[in-house]
């Protein structure tokens, strides 16, 4: 079992940047891969980013360049670092652990709660 609490969602204007945290409960925590999903008002959950336990990452197409995932399995804690932030970027933000990385909402086992990301034009 793997419980996930995100932080650090707010509201930011355009061309800004915020960082979002994950920490995992659990001493298994390095051998999960990771992932960040978002999902906005009307529509479905999607894909962010994701990182496995060896650190490989993979990103949507629509943050590339943009954000970065990075982890600390010292700490127990996954980040998404976004810059260059859009108004398309608003969503509610949500961590996910999994054995095996994916794309896809339902590869994931562990999902924490949400935090609200805005951004203002």
């Known amino acids: 079992q793997v419980q996930l609490v995100e932080s650090g969602g707010g509201l930011v204007q355009a061309g800004g940047s915020l960082r979002l945290s994950c920490a995992a409960s659990?001493?298994?925590?390095?051998?999960?891969?990771m992932g960040w999903f978002r999902q906005a008002p009307g529509k479905e959950r999607e894909f962010v980013a994701s990182?496995?336990?060896?650190?490989?990452?993979k990103y949507a197409d629509s943050v590339k360049g943009r954000f970065t995932i990075s982890r600390d399995n010292a700490k127990n804690t996954v980040y998404l670092q976004m810059s260059s932030l859009k108004p398309e970027d608003t969503a509610v933000y949500y961590c996910?652990?999994?054995?095996?990385?994916?794309?896809?909402?339902?590869?994931?086992?562990?999902w924490g709660q949400g935090t609200q990301v805005t951004v203002s034009s």
């Open positions: 996910a652990a999994a054995r095996v990385a994916t794309m896809t909402v339902n590869g994931y086992n562990f």
């Open positions: 659990g001493r298994t925590f390095s051998s999960y891969d």
């Open positions: 990182i496995s336990w060896g650190r490989t990452t």
